[in-house]
């Protein structure tokens, strides 16, 4: 006959109870993932090519000819924004297509905006892609300038918000550039048109993949003058409340991954949006691994952006953006 079990040993709070079926598992979720939380990058270029990216599988550069069917597809997945990058035919030390009235991107918008006006366009305001040194402001001496370079991003920033922009997104680093590009919106007139400010942008060795996509590598040096040093989280939360203070309607934290406690530190300090930039180096390191059958890649991706999400982030700028809609699809039938 068997003993009587001594119950006082065994656990009261059992909470493998709210774990037993996919539905309480569902139910009891304190974070979820929808497809409005994300924001889709896209490298445009002038053509009627699409070129694949190497380090990027599934991400192409763009022609702005073929650029409709990647926005039909966009819009029929239904994620709410993209964010572009440029590829111009020609660069020179100024950035002069970054804020041309016909540069790659802002003829991008125009052709978005007819396409599908309910699709929300950010433009990434930055002067690396554009410059032939590769870098994110105006050189001199070997040194690049910051208060320089200022006139340049605001005049890029009108440039888009002309073109159609529906929120500018400051990526370069340089300080004082929020202040500057509110002030040159206000004056143009684009008082509504809001500023996503890249406010704690990291000199992170996980880049490299979008400088492949963007071909936007420094011809000389590199830019941990500008952008912020990894071991650094207390200048985060400084860099965020500046930009705050200059304008910024919402602010960002990149990259996400090895930058999770930044992501929650500045969630406690500020209510505006808070965004996250899943990089390209994230993004190719789960493909790669993807592709070696080292791991199961939708569960880990999901894992990752669900992650992010965890910390703080209210949207994510992921290469994912696709693949995460048409999985949630798949889940909910």
């Not at 918000?161 to 202040?179: K, N, T």
């Not at 912020?228 to 965020?240: Q, T």
């Given at each position: 006959m068997c003993a009587i079990a001594n119950y006082s040993v065994h656990p009261s709070h059992r909470m493998r109870r709210l774990r037993a079926t996919n539905t309480l598992r569902r139910m009891v979720r304190e974070t979820d993932l929808s497809v409005d939380d994300f924001i889709y990058p896209l490298f445009v270029m002038h053509g009627d090519e699409r070129r694949p990216i190497l380090s990027m599988p599934g991400c192409d550069q763009i022609g702005l000819e073929v650029l409709g069917p990647e926005i039909e597809e966009i819009v029929e997945l239904g994620i709410p924004a993209v964010i572009l990058f440029g590829l111009p035919e020609e660069k020179d030390e100024l950035a002069s297509e970054a804020y041309a009235s016909d540069g790659v991107v802002q003829l991008a918008m125009r052709t978005i905006k007819e396409l599908a006006p309910e699709l929300v366009v950010v433009g990434d305001v930055c002067l690396c892609e554009y410059t032939s040194h590769g870098h994110c402001g105006v050189v001199v001496g070997g040194e690049v300038q910051n208060d320089?370079?200022?006139?340049?991003?605001?005049?890029?920033?009108?440039?888009?918000?002309?073109?159609?922009?529906?929120?500018?997104?400051?990526?370069?680093?340089?300080?004082?550039?929020?202040?500057?590009?509110?002030?040159?919106?206000?004056?143009?007139?684009?008082?509504?048109?809001?500023i996503l400010a890249y406010s704690a942008k990291y000199a992170s060795a996980f880049y490299g993949p979008f400088r492949e996509a963007a071909d936007s590598t420094p011809q000389f040096g590199d830019r941990r003058s500008y952008q912020?040093?990894?071991?650094?989280?207390?200048?985060?939360?400084?860099?965020?409340e500046r930009d705050i203070a200059e304008g910024a309607d919402m602010v960002m934290v990149k990259p996400a991954l090895a930058y999770l406690d930044v992501i929650a530190k500045a969630r406690e300090i500020t209510h505006l949006p808070l965004v996250a930039y899943n990089v390209s180096g994230e993004y190719a390191m789960l493909k790669a691994a993807a592709a070696n059958g080292w791991i199961d890649e939708r569960r880990c991706a999901m894992e990752v952006l669900t992650g992010i999400r965890r910390a703080g982030a209210d949207l994510i700028l992921s290469y994912y953006a696709k693949d995460v809609a048409r999985w949630l699809r798949e889940e909910q039938g």
């Open positions: 320089a370079t200022l006139e340049i991003l605001a005049r890029t920033a009108v440039a888009q918000a002309q073109a159609g922009a529906d929120i500018v997104a400051p990526s370069d680093m340089m300080d004082g550039r929020v202040a500057a590009i509110r002030t040159a919106l206000d004056e143009a007139g684009f008082q509504g048109t809001p912020m040093d990894p071991p650094n989280a207390r200048e985060a939360l400084r860099a965020i």
